[in-house]
Nanobody, 127 residues
Framework: QVQLVESGGGLVQAGGSLRLSCAAS????????MGWFRQAPGRVREFVAA???????YYANSVKERFTISRDNTKNTVYLQMNSLKPEDTAVYYC?????????????????????WGQGTQVTVSS
């Protein structure tokens, strides 16, 4: 069983930056693909970014060039650096883990594919 704990959310003005962290425990972190998803009120949880077990990265078009996903396998932690934040980035951000070895972007962007989820961290961007 893998436990995921997100941190780093908060309130920021438009144009600002935040870095989210997700600490994992209970599994072999280096073998998991890690994803970030977000959910705004009244909306479906949507894909933000993923980093595969071998380091490939994938991004939603809406965050490409602004967000960067990375991982530190020595700390069992995945990060999401968010720059040039916009009010429409406001949401609860969730970390997720996938034990499969797929490298398919289509599969990794599907929230139903992930086995483990954190509790989420709120990000609010004011205009």
């Amino acid at each position: 069983q893998v436990q995921l704990v997100e941190s780093g959310g908060g309130l920021v003005q438009a144009g600002g930056s935040l870095r989210l962290s997700c600490a994992a425990s209970g599994g072999t972190f280096g073998s998991y693909t890690m994803g970030w998803f977000r959910q705004a009120p009244g909306r479906v949880r949507e894909f933000v970014a993923a980093i595969a077990w071998i380091g490939n990265t994938y991004y939603a078009n809406s965050v490409k060039e602004r967000f960067t996903i990375s991982r530190d396998n020595t700390k069992n932690t995945v990060y999401l650096q968010m720059n040039s934040l916009k009010p429409e980035d406001t949401a609860v951000y969730y970390c997720a883990a996938d034990s499969s070895t797929t490298l398919s972007r289509m599969v990794l962007a599907d929230r139903h594919h992930y086995e483990y989820w954190g509790q989420g961290t709120q990000v609010t961007v004011s205009s």
